[in-house]
Antibody, heavy 123, light 109 residues
Framework: QLQLQESGPGLVKPSETLSLTCTVS??????????WGWIRQPPGKGLEWIGS???????YYNPSLKSRVTISVDTSKNQFSLKLSSVTAADTAVYYC???????????????WGQGTMVTVSS | EIVLTQSPATLSLSPGERATLSCRAS??????LAWYQQKPGQAPRLLIY???NRATGIPARFSGSGSGTDFTLTISSLEPEDFAVYYC???????????FGQGTKVEIK
């Protein structure tokens, strides 16, 4: 059974870079030919797709975040990662990693989700 | 950016009643519309994809309909575990993009 688990610092200072990793277990990132995505949810608010990466490294980002986002993949560790630069309090959110239902879909729908990790931006 | 507007914001119903949730897109999304259920402290759960297809393991009381700009999620008879927040999501394959609605909370009356 495929499982995703987010990890990373729970507190980031304003103007710094938020870095999170998603570890995939129960399956291989490189052999399954799927996209892998990041979605976030500010406290008490709705969901926002951040971006997705193919196992080969091709990336697609939300246009509103594109200038600050980098998603990368490390197939040797079965992980993919998110970096969000120049963070502000508005980036405080629960960050989820997720996999789409179909191998050919990059931005959803997402049927396998990690449990989420809360990141607070504060000095 | 395609904006999804969900209504109502809150739906107060009793167990056994029928729930009808709406999601309207600012421009056509064809049938690329999904619905999720989210309970407090949990990740979203995919219910419906491509407007009307139930995801694996989703009970038959959940159904989706619509195409273009107007979509509906119907829960035919509310079970106690159905009280939650529901989100719609649209996706486009080229260029890849996605947005979610702001959510509808289904609460116990």
């Amino acid at each position: 059974q495929l499982q995703l688990q987010e990890s990373g610092p729970g507190l980031v200072k304003p103007s710094e870079t938020l870095s999170l990793t998603c570890t995939v277990s129960g399956g291989s990132i490189s052999s399954s030919s799927y996209y892998w995505g990041w979605i976030r949810q500010p406290p008490g608010k709705g969901l926002e797709w951040i971006g997705s990466i193919y196992y080969s490294g091709s990336t697609y980002y939300n246009p509103s975040l594109k200038s600050r986002v980098t998603i990368s993949v490390d197939t040797s560790k079965n992980q993919f990662s998110l970096k969000l630069s120049s963070v502000t309090a508005a980036d405080t959110a629960v960050y989820y990693c997720a996999r789409p239902l179909n191998y050919y879909d990059s931005s959803g729908p997402f049927d396998i989700w990690g449990q989420g990790t809360m990141v607070t931006v504060s000095s | 950016e395609i904006v999804l507007t969900q209504s109502p914001a809150t739906l107060s119903l009793s167990p056994g009643e029928r729930a009808t949730l709406s999601c309207r897109a600012s421009q056509s999304v064809s049938s690329y519309l999904a619905w999720y259920q989210q309970k407090p402290g949990q990740a979203p759960r995919l219910l419906i994809y491509d407007a009307s297809n139930r995801a694996t393991g989703i009970p038959a009381r959940f159904s989706g309909s619509g195409s273009g700009t107007d979509f509906t999620l119907t829960i035919s008879s509310l079970e106690p575990e159905d009280f939650a927040v529901y989100y719609c999501q649209q996706r486009s394959n080229w260029p890849p993009d996605s947005t979610f609605g702001q959510g509808t909370k289904v609460e116990i009356k």
